[in-house]
Antibody
Framework: EVQLVESGGGLVQPGRSLKLSCAASGFTFSNYYMAWVRQAPKKGLEWVAT????????YYPDSVKGRFTISRDNAKSSLYLQMNSLKSEDTATYYCARHDGGYWGQGVMVTVSS | DIQMTQSPSSLPASLGDRVTITCRAS??????LRWFQQKPGKSPRLMIYGATNLAAGVPSRFSGSRSGSDYSLTINSLESEDMAIYYC?????????FGAGTKLELK
């Protein structure tokens, strides 16, 4: 059974950093592009980042480019999202997802507030 | 960036109805279009990939189609479990972009 389990969310002050993790199981993690998608409270879905199988290529929208860094450890079947210089508008539930869209984690809440 | 204009934003419907949700792409995205269903408090679920292909485990009353830059999700014979928010996603190029969502609700 495929599982994606996020962790690392919480309350953080504006300007601070937070690192999310996603533990994958049930599939060959190293064979798949992976992504992070977020959803602000009562809002729609927003794609946040994608990483290639080896980690050599990463992609971001302008809203997070330069502040967020996606990475992976294929040996640990884990995906990460380092979030720096956090803003109130980054408040959202963050989902780890296989890039083909077929599998998603349960989501982890990040609240940026003083 | 490619804009995905999704309509309608809200769709009241009755059980047994046939409903259609549409996304219009601002640029060519080929068939790199997916549809997701999201229920309250749940993660999104892939319904359609490649614009027209049914994802695993999705009931056959769901279908996807394309006409030029317009992509549609159709649900035949609506059931109560179909009440949810539906999103389209283009993944032809980065940044990948979602439509704003369509809330399907009982009339």
């Amino acid at each position: 059974e495929v599982q994606l389990v996020e962790s690392g969310g919480g309350l953080v002050q504006p300007g601070r950093s937070l690192k999310l993790s996603c533990a994958a199981s049930g599939f060959t993690f190293s064979n798949y592009y992976m992504a992070w998608v977020r959803q602000a409270p009562k809002k729609g879905l927003e794609w946040v980042a994608t990483i290639s199988t080896s980690g050599s290529r990463t992609y971001y929208p302008d809203s997070v480019k330069g502040r967020f860094t996606i990475s992976r450890d294929n040996a640990k079947s884990s995906l990460y999202l380092q979030m720096n210089s956090l803003k109130s508008e980054d408040t959202a539930t963050y989902y780890c997802a296989r890039h083909d869209g077929g599998y998603w984690g349960q989501g982890v809440m990040v609240t940026v507030s003083s | 960036d490619i804009q995905m204009t999704q309509s309608p934003s809200s769709l009241p419907a009755s059980l047994g109805d046939r409903v259609t949700i549409t996304c219009r792409a601002s640029q060519d995205i080929g068939n790199y279009l997916r549809w997701f269903q999201q229920k309250p408090g749940k993660s999104p679920r892939l319904m359609i990939y490649g614009a027209t292909n049914l994802a695993a485990g999705v009931p056959s009353r769901f279908s996807g189609s394309r006409s030029g830059s317009d992509y549609s999700l159709t649900i035949n014979s609506l059931e109560s479990e179909d009440m949810a928010i539906y999103y389209c996603l283009q993944h032809n190029e980065y940044p990948n972009t979602f439509g704003a969502g369509t809330k399907l609700e009982l009339k």
